[in-house]
């Protein structure tokens, strides 16, 4: 069954703390997408990738760090400079860059 | 860039009852696209619809490019049906999406 995988699905961080957002995908996307969610609101890109080996910044970068190393995976790090990082996020995929895309289920992250 | 805008904000609708979501957009787009994210959070895409009228079941959309504009059509709502609606653009010459902000639907029994 093809889809879009995310872990956890519920994280806890002690401020201070790095910690990693797992998404995968096995529909054979080229691109790759990270969101972030606040409560009642929309979503904001935070990165994206249109190819393995390369990323670039969306409206909201500052704060976190990717990597593409593989065309299935695109973690997302949310390091101790993310201000506010208590969150919904969510990674999605399309085939072409720009193309319809598709979710995972996404993570909520809560800093204590 | 391009602005997308939701209406309503919020609707409440007794089951049953049909209704109607209207995305409006400042500029030309070669896509658009409407989500309903559930009460869990997971996105689920409805339509994929640069132009035209698609249908799937009691849910249908148009979208009229030329007016910059898209409708949502929601047909014998069903308490499942409850959550929020977004629709995404992508900007101009670029690979970003622009969501709205969304239309929270709660269908009462």
């Known amino acids: 069954d093809g889809g879009i995988t995310q872990s956890p699905k519920y994280l806890f961080r002690k401020e201070g703390q790095n910690v990693t957002l797992s998404c995968e995908q096995n529909?054979?996307?080229?691109?790759m997408y990270w969101y972030r969610q606040d409560p009642g609101q929309g979503l904001r890109l935070i990165y994206y990738?249109?190819?393995?080996?390369?990323?670039q910044k969306g409206d909201i970068a500052e704060g976190y760090s990717v990597s593409r190393e593989k065309k299935e995976s695109f973690p997302l790090t949310v390091t101790s400079a993310q201000k506010n990082p208590t969150a919904f996020y969510l990674c999605?995929?399309?085939?072409?860059?720009?193309?319809?895309?598709?979710f995972g289920p996404g993570t909520r992250l809560t800093v204590l | 860039g391009i602005q997308v805008e939701q209406s309503p904000p919020d609707l409440i609708l007794q089951e049953g009852a049909n209704s109607t979501l209207r995305c409006n957009f400042s500029?030309?787009?070669?896509?658009l696209q409407w989500f309903h994210q559930n009460p869990w959070g997971q996105l689920i895409n409805l339509f994929y619809i640069p132009s035209g009228t698609k249908q799937n079941g009691r849910l249908s959309a148009t979208t009229v490019a030329t007016e910059r504009y898209s409708l949502l059509y929601i047909s014998s709502s069903q308490t499942t049906d409850s959550g929020v609606y977004f629709c995404a653009v992508p900007r101009t010459g670029g690979f970003k999406t622009i969501f709205g902000a969304g239309t929270r639907l709660f269908v009462k029994a």
């Open positions: 990738s249109q190819i393995v080996n390369d990323f």
């Open positions: 529909l054979n996307h080229d691109a």
């Open positions: 500029d030309s787009v070669n896509n």
């Open positions: 999605a995929s399309s085939i072409p860059p720009g193309d319809e895309q598709f």
